[in-house]
């Protein structure tokens, strides 16, 4: 069972229209298309499972590229769910993990507390 990542999508496009995009290279056991959970219209991109590796990996080949409603499909084997890019931090909050400077980028700096976290506790000294 191979999963297959559709991106670049046109949003008018339907599950039926991609299970026929897909039906020439062999049997398509699932559609799945990427829906807003607020508007209610596709995302522009869906998985597309084929029982058989051999024509999932036909299927990926030939349509990689393919221009399907005004624009070129990208086609390529899904990751599984936990796997994906690097974590993102907040919106607004620099590069990766967030937490960045003000319009400096992100990454560690002078406001991060990773190197509080990483560092041996002292004792405190007794206020009295």
């Known amino acids: 069972m191979k999963s297959l990542f559709v ?3 046109s949003f008018q496009t339907s599950e039926s229209e991609l299970r026929e995009l897909f039906a020439p ?3 398509v056991t699932r ?3 990427a829906m807003d959970r607020e508007t209610g219209r596709a995302r522009g991109f869906a998985f597309v499972e ?3 590796d051999a024509e999932a990996a036909q299927a990926m080949a030939a349509l990689d590229g393919k ?3 005004g624009r070129n499909l990208k086609v390529n084997e899904a ?3 936990g796997e994906g890019g690097p974590p993102r931090g907040p919106k607004n909050f620099g590069g990766p993990g967030g937490g960045g400077g003000r319009g400096k980028g992100g990454g560690r700096d002078r406001f991060s ?3 509080y976290r990483e560092s041996a506790r002292q004792p405190r000294e007794p206020r009295w």
């Open 25 to 27: 290279f062999g049997q």
């Open 113 to 115: 507390n990773e190197d």
């Open 79 to 81: 990751r599984p769910k």
């Open 31 to 33: 559609v799945h298309l």
């Open 7 to 9: 991106g670049n999508m």
């Open 67 to 69: 221009e399907v409603g």
């Open 50 to 52: 084929m029982p058989n």
